[in-house]
């Protein structure tokens, strides 16, 4: 069956511009997390979505970042006033449970000149 | 908190060669689960295995094996007459129960080169 999808696949921002990152997991997976990856940092979560509970944001580095996931399905990370330092690959994954395996998406490589 | 410990950071092996990438983990619970990614030159993460903390039986499947010893807290993945293909960095990652959202703890990774 179709993976974990992301779009774009890369994107090119100027500094204090607002960027918006797509994902859509797994058909049937509940659980859906975003993730960010970069050479100084290497994997850190960032925000967790589970049904229609509360996502968990604990992981989210400022207030410039924001997520939402609409009807149970694909999510949307968006990032305000980009930075510099907000250039990362940025990860989708999706599992169909708690502490299941998580599979990941291709990701979005972010660029902030 | 948790934390996952990949001490290896590069690791050089002659094709054919056995390899054993190293794992550690702290955590506080007693429910948590560990796993192994596999992220190749393409840059995609492949997930390779999850085990649970009640299972310590170490796996099999075909040319990888796991070793999950709670005893020391590490769960250790060997990969056996290794290839060119298992060139890629490999992460271990933890999850528990105590985090509601069994997010990911990943360590910093082994990028394994396989010189043919």
């Known amino acids: 069956g179709a993976g974990v999808s992301q779009s774009p696949s890369n994107k090119v921002t100027e500094k204090g511009k607002d960027v918006e990152l797509r994902c859509d997991p797994i058909s049937g997976h509940t659980a859906l997390y975003w993730y960010r990856q970069s050479l100084g940092q290497g994997l850190e979560f960032l925000i967790y979505f589970q049904g229609n509970s509360a996502p968990d944001k604990s992981g989210l580095p400022s207030d410039r970042f924001s997520a939402e996931r609409t009807g149970g399905s694909v999510s949307t990370l968006t990032i305000q006033r980009t930075q510099q330092e907000d250039s990362a690959v940025y990860l989708c994954?999706?599992?169909?449970?708690?502490?299941?395996?998580?599979?990941f998406g291709p990701g979005t490589r972010l660029t902030v000149t | 908190a948790q934390k996952v410990t990949q001490a290896q950071t590069e690791i050089s092996v002659v094709e054919k060669e056995d390899v054993t990438l190293d794992c550690v983990y702290e955590t506080r619970d007693t429910t948590y689960y560990l796993f192994w990614y596999k992220q190749p030159p393409s840059g995609e993460l492949v997930f390779l295995i999850r085990?649970?903390?009640?299972?310590?039986q170490n796996e099999i499947s075909g040319r990888y094996s796991w070793n999950f010893q709670k005893s020391t807290s590490s769960f250790n993945f060997t990969i056996t007459a290794s290839q060119v293909v298992d060139s890629a960095v490999y992460f271990c990652?933890?999850?528990?129960?105590?985090?509601?959202?069994?997010?990911?703890?990943f360590g910093k990774g082994t990028k394994l080169s396989v010189i043919p």
């Open positions: 085990r649970n903390s009640f299972d310590e």
């Open positions: 994954a999706s599992s169909s449970e708690l502490g299941y395996e998580q599979y």
């Open positions: 990652a933890l999850s528990e129960s105590g985090a509601g959202s069994y997010q990911l703890t």
